[in-house]
Nanobody, 113 residues
Framework: QVQLVESGGGLVQPGGSLRLSCAAS????????MSWYRRAPGKERELVAV????????NYLDSVKGRFTISRDNVKKTVYLQMNSLKPEDTAVYFC??????WGQGTQVTVSS
């Protein structure tokens, strides 16, 4: 059974950092490109970052470039999103997504003073 379980969300002050994790099971993790999406209140879901199966290539939403880093550990079957210099506009529910079409349940990130 395919499962994606996110963790690491929470409340952080502007300028702070969080690291999200997405633990995967039930499929050949190293063969799947993985992504992080987010959905802010009242806005459409948007792609934040994507990483290829071997971790050799990444891509980012323009507004997070230089602040967020996506990475993966294919032994631990986990994908990460390191978020630095967080801004209030980064507040959203963050979702892990496997390229074959499976979503995690989401984790809330709130950036507020």
């Amino acid at each position: 059974q395919v499962q994606l379980v996110e963790s690491g969300g929470g409340l952080v002050q502007p300028g702070g950092s969080l690291r999200l994790s997405c633990a995967a099971s039930g499929f050949t993790f190293s063969r799947a490109a993985m992504s992080w999406y987010r959905r802010a209140p009242g806005k459409e879901r948007e792609l934040v970052a994507v990483i290829t199966g071997d971790g050799g290539s990444t891509n980012y939403l323009d507004s997070v470039k230089g602040r967020f880093t996506i990475s993966r550990d294919n032994v631990k079957k986990t994908v990460y999103l390191q978020m630095n210099s967080l801004k209030p506009e980064d507040t959203a529910v963050y979702f892990c997504f496997a390229a074959f079409g499976r979503w995690g349940q989401g984790t809330q990130v709130t950036v507020s003073s």
